[in-house]
């Protein structure tokens, strides 16, 4: 099982920041894809940003680009999801997630095979 728990949700006004943190193993943290997902009110489950831990360039989904970051901190062997300038639209329950780089997913990254989930964390931007 893959250690996966996430932190830093809360409520927001428009226009704030805030920043997630899904603490994880070393392991995860080098060797798996990492991912952000969220699931907004009336809508699936969608991917926000991927980031792979031998460095492969960082990916975004086009709500999100120039808004959001992912990164890894090693201090805390933590995947992190730095959100700024949040609307409302941002509002959601975000989850983080990984799957073993074997075997290589060949379509598109926001629609890669999932195997482990955190347990999320609430996101709420007021206007």
């Known amino acids: 099982q893959v250690p996966l728990v996430e932190s830093g949700g809360g409520s927001v006004q428009a226009a704030g920041s805030l920043r997630l943190s899904c603490k994880t193993s070393?392991?995860?943290?080098?060797?798996?894809?990492l991912y952000w997902f969220r699931q907004t009110p009336g809508k699936e489950r969608e991917a926000v940003a991927t980031?792979?831990?031998?460095?492969?360039?960082?990916k975004y989904a086009d709500p999100v680009r120039g808004r959001f970051t992912i990164s890894r901190d090693y201090s805390e062997n933590s995947i992190i999801l730095q959100m700024n300038n949040l609307t409302p639209e941002d509002t959601g329950m975000y989850y983080c997630?990984?799957?073993?780089?074997?075997?290589?997913?060949?379509?598109?990254?926001?629609?890669?095979?999932?195997?482990?989930w955190g347990q999320g964390t609430q996101v709420t931007v007021s206007s």
């Open positions: 997630a990984a799957r073993p780089s074997w075997p290589p997913h060949t379509g598109p990254w926001e629609k890669a095979p999932i195997k482990y």
């Open positions: 070393r392991d995860v943290l080098q060797h798996y894809f």
């Open positions: 980031l792979h831990g031998a460095g492969v360039e960082a």
